[in-house]
């Protein structure tokens, strides 16, 4: 069993705040995608995470390998937030998973660092990531989900990133030449945050989520009662991202990997 709510409580001082929104605006400005970053197109996903592609880009002892993309692409989450991840940051709320996402890591940010308080995405439950942290809980509960990259205290999973844009230029070039314009947009992994954030966008998120995603300041003392209201919303508006629109058919992890 993931913590309950109660438990995620009695951690002193590791409590996520989640942000207020009594009369849940909808968002009037567009989400933030950085120019740097241009979002995948889905003919581009198609390709890359095709069942054989995307199994070659599997690497025996790297679970990243495979979720640190998708859950990039189905919380918004930066590439340091993945790597820092820990069994304990993805815990049950009110009867609903939750990523507590940190850029430097619980053990370098201490109790005050700021976290993002994210739904985990229907898709990935579908894939399996709860059982995939409950068995990391079992045998390295003092590890990093994806500790098989190194994480300081900045450039979390920077080789990872390596290996990520690698696998993009490889398959790119065993494209056929009328087919290589797919991969013309300089595609790395932030562009799955930016997808993320453009599909948000798209189904007209509230300003409470988008407020979590962004990480943008707001107001962090809340009463129970509002918590669990903002939980209930966010997990509502989370489902309603249908980031799998984006993806070809994605095979669970555990019957990937088989």
Same mark, same amino acid.
């Given at each position: ?5 109660? #438990? ?23 989400? %933030?995608?950085?120019? #740097? $970053? ?34 990039? $692409? ?12 820990? %069994? ?7 009867? $609903? ?14 109790? #005050? ?9 229907? +898709? +990935? ?32 999973? +920077?080789? /990872? ?25 300089? /595609? ?45 919303? $966010? ?24």
């Amino acid at each position: 069993m993931l913590p309950s709510s109660t #438990a995620l409580r009695q951690r002193g001082g590791r409590s996520a705040t989640v942000p207020v929104d009594r009369q849940e605006p909808r968002a009037q400005s567009p989400m %933030p995608v950085s120019p #740097a $970053a241009p979002p995948f197109t889905r003919a581009a996903l198609a390709v890359l995470f095709e069942r054989s592609n995307f199994h070659a880009f599997q690497k025996p002892g790297a679970p990243s390998h495979y979720w640190a993309p998708l859950i990039s $692409a189905c919380a918004g989450a930066r590439r340091d937030e993945i790597f820092f991840l820990t %069994p304990d940051d993805i815990q049950v709320i009110e009867g $609903a998973y939750f990523f507590r996402l940190r850029a430097t890591g619980s053990r370098h940010g201490g109790p #005050a660092a700021p976290v993002r308080l994210v739904p985990v995405h229907p +898709l +990935l439950m579908r894939l399996g990531l709860p059982d995939f942290v409950e068995e990391r809980r079992q045998r390295h509960p003092q590890e990093r989900l994806f500790s098989e990259y190194k994480a300081g205290q900045e450039h979390a999973g +920077l080789l /990872f990133s390596r290996a990520f844009v690698q696998w993009i230029r490889s398959t790119a070039a065993r494209l056929p030449e009328e087919r290589r314009h797919l991969f013309a947009d300089d /595609f790395h992994f932030p562009s799955l945050r930016a997808l993320f954030a453009v599909e948000a966008r798209r189904v007209g998120v509230s300003e409470t989520v988008a407020r979590a995603i962004r990480n943008t300041e707001g107001r962090t003392e809340t009463l129970a009662d509002e918590e669990r209201q903002w939980c209930a919303r $966010a997990v509502a508006e989370m489902a309603r991202i249908e980031i799998e629109t984006c993806f070809p058919t994605l095979f669970p992890y555990r019957e990937l990997m088989a």
